[in-house]
């Protein structure tokens, strides 16, 4: 499709499991950027890749999250040892890579609701 | 400080008003703003960017001032289908390419 996709659209996982959640962002765009949001609240950044520079991991709250981008298409975000406090909805967006402007708007996949029970 | 921020709302407004919501950043370096819609369990989309200048889509205009680092959206005749949070969004600047998110206005609109 022309959009961005993500999968699992639901997870659910018992405590202290590992997941992961799938994003393929839209051809040709070079940025990728996973953010996670609770419950009624903002999108919380998470990490940032731009083609085949070092990712900005700056957002990942502890070592359990991590996050690959194979190939300059398809991202993995891995979550270890999975806590309560770990349920959201992971959103992974795409971009062109903003030239001057800084940023060029972002396209967002419909999210991975992770539920840890 | 929170590097953006809103009112969260809610707005709640009749049918045909209109409304305007403001966003604060606090980054000065910062170069690109955006205002996103999100609906209710789904996912952001792009409403409009926002230009020095000003600019209008429609029923939408939005206004940026970089000496007091705000920006604002304004919604003319507002219709039930408005109904949504309002996510304003600051690129981080300094060379930053990473689209920091306010919490969002919540608007209901009314008949």
């Known amino acids: 499709g022309a959009g961005v996709s993500q999968s699992p659209s639901n997870k659910v996982t018992e405590k202290g499991k590992d997941v992961e959640l799938r994003c393929d962002p839209i051809s040709g765009h070079t940025a990728l950027y996973w953010y996670r949001q609770s419950l009624g609240q903002g999108l919380e950044f998470l990490i940032y890749?731009?083609?085949?520079?070092?990712?900005?991991k700056s957002g990942l709250p502890s070592d359990r999250f991590s996050a690959e981008r194979t190939g300059g298409s398809v991202s993995t975000l891995t979550i270890q040892r999975t806590q309560q406090e770990d349920s959201a909805v992971y959103l992974c967006?795409?971009?062109?890579?903003?030239?001057?402007?800084?940023?060029?708007?972002?396209?967002f996949g419909q999210g991975t609701r992770l539920t840890v029970v | 400080r929170k590097e953006v921020e809103q009112d969260p709302g809610p707005f709640n407004v009749p049918e045909g008003a209109t409304v305007a919501f403001n966003c604060t950043y606090s980054n000065s370096a910062s170069q690109s703003f955006f205002w996103y819609r999100q609906d209710c369990r789904k996912e952001p989309k792009l409403l409009m960017s926002v230009y020095s200048s000003g600019n209008e889509d429609g029923r939408f205009t939005a206004q940026l001032n970089r000496a007091s680092q705000y920006i604002s959206l304004l919604i003319r005749d507002s219709k039930l289908s408005d109904s949504a949070t309002y996510l304003c969004v600051v690129n981080g600047g300094g060379g930053s390419y990473i689209p920091t998110f306010g919490r969002g206005t919540s608007l209901i609109v009314h008949p």
């Open positions: 890749f731009q083609g085949n520079s070092a990712p900005d």
């Open positions: 967006a795409s971009s062109k890579k903003g030239s001057g402007q800084g940023f060029i708007q972002a396209f």
